[in-house]
């Protein structure tokens, strides 16, 4: 006799569809269930989420249901900030959300699993028709302990699901200072995952880029061009190093946006571009590893506290080096001169950001072995292959 598949619906966030085409780190997770769902079958999985012209829904091999959404307006999204803000849920509604409930309500679950969105349970509870399907909310980053919602809410909005999973050990500490009442049993941390035989080390020869680096000492930053992510802080330190260095580079792949502060980047490297600074702007998803293969060193000096990042699981599984921040959950898999090498945000960070790269140049045994110690720690722990089997597990406890 066959064993009953756990029946399982997510439902992702308001903001981005899924497949999103390598756009989003939450919607990349959730296509790498996909992806391993369909190729074990481990479980009967339907997607809700907005909609997306490009999405694939008929495609024989896809066995799991998209069940695609219309999209919430921007002045609805405004409306719901300030609701949450002030603490009024009897007035928060997300069309996105309304929608896939009634579409929700014609199956039947085990669980729902949702993606990101802890406030998505106000309407859970309220319109769900069956009340014996779990609501499991899987959480990625910290946003919402700040001011997204008014104090007194966060222990409501959180005590109202069965089960939370978090991506770090240091999230799930932010939700279980945010709300003393909730059980500390039901908070579970489930770590990211990625493709580690995809994120290895390749060869960039084919690439445009390779010309002009190929006897160069080159220092990578891979992720999106954002304050947070230090990338203007990196530009300032590569400078310093290059003093000491002068045949260092520095490689920035991302996309330059029409932003104020990817002006300021292009403004800090000017005089260097396409000679010692080089962005790749906007870098498709199946090549981003070809890019990493050009950095001898990768840094990621994130200015905030990063809670599980995908970018640098990637970094470290090319078997790189990775200089970082001691800051949020990236200290969980980064042990300083381990696997990577870890930097405190304090005064003088630039400066100190810039004696460790020169400190990793000038003594290449101990910073390649780093290296290889985190490519090792990348295929023991973070592999992308047992990740469904470890969700599955921890949703269960």
Request: neutral net charge; glycine residues 6%.
């Amino acid at each position: 006799m066959k064993e009953k598949k756990m029946k399982l619906a997510i439902i992702c966030t308001e903001d981005k569809p899924v497949p999103a085409f390598g756009v989003g780190a939450v919607e990349a997770i959730v296509e790498d269930l996909v992806a391993l769902n369909n190729k074990k079958q481990l479980v009967e999985i339907d997607i809700y989420s907005i909609s997306n012209e490009h999405t694939e829904t008929k495609d024989h091999k896809n066995k799991n249901h998209y069940s695609q959404q219309g999209r919430s307006s921007r002045f609805e999204k405004l409306r719901n900030q300030l609701i949450l803000r002030l603490g009024v849920t009897g007035l928060y509604q997300c069309r996105f959300l309304n929608t896939a409930i009634k579409e929700i309500n014609k199956r039947q679950y085990d669980w729902i699993l949702v993606q990101n969105r802890p406030q998505f349970i106000l309407s859970l509870r309220e319109l769900l028709q069956d009340k014996h399907t779990k609501i499991a909310l899987h959480l990625h980053n910290e946003h919402f302990f700040n001011k997204s919602f008014k104090k007194s809410l966060n222990e409501f909005i959180y005590c109202g699901y069965d089960c939370i999973l978090t991506v770090s050990d240091y999230i799930r500490g932010q939700v279980l200072k945010s709300s003393p009442g909730l059980a500390s049993s039901n908070v579970r941390t489930l770590r990211n995952t990625i493709d580690v035989e995809k994120f290895k080390e390749a060869s960039s020869s084919d690439l445009p880029l390779f010309d002009k680096l190929h006897d160069r000492q080159v220092v990578a930053f891979h992720g999106r061009l954002i304050p947070e992510k230090g990338v203007l802080e990196l530009i300032h330190a590569y400078k310093i190093a290059r003093q000491a260095i002068p045949n260092l580079a520095l490689v920035i792949i991302g996309e330059l946006k029409d932003t104020p502060y990817c002006d300021q980047l292009k403004k800090a490297a000017q005089g260097e571009q396409e000679k010692n600074i080089f962005f790749t702007g906007f870098i498709p998803y199946s090549e981003i590893e070809l890019y990493l293969g050009v950095g001898d060193v990768i840094v990621s000096p994130s200015l905030w506290n990063e809670p599980c990042s995908l970018a640098q699981l990637e970094s470290l599984s090319m078997g790189k080096p990775l200089i970082t921040t001691r800051a949020g959950g990236t200290s969980e898999f980064v042990i300083h001169e381990e696997t990577g090498f870890l930097i405190d945000i304090t005064q003088n960070f630039e400066e100190k950001l810039a004696k460790q790269i020169v400190r990793c140049f000038r003594d290449m045994i101990t910073t390649n072995k780093v290296g290889k110690n985190a490519r090792d720690f990348m295929m023991k722990e973070c592999s992308r292959d047992t990740y469904l089997e470890k969700l599955l597990e921890t949703i269960e406890g």
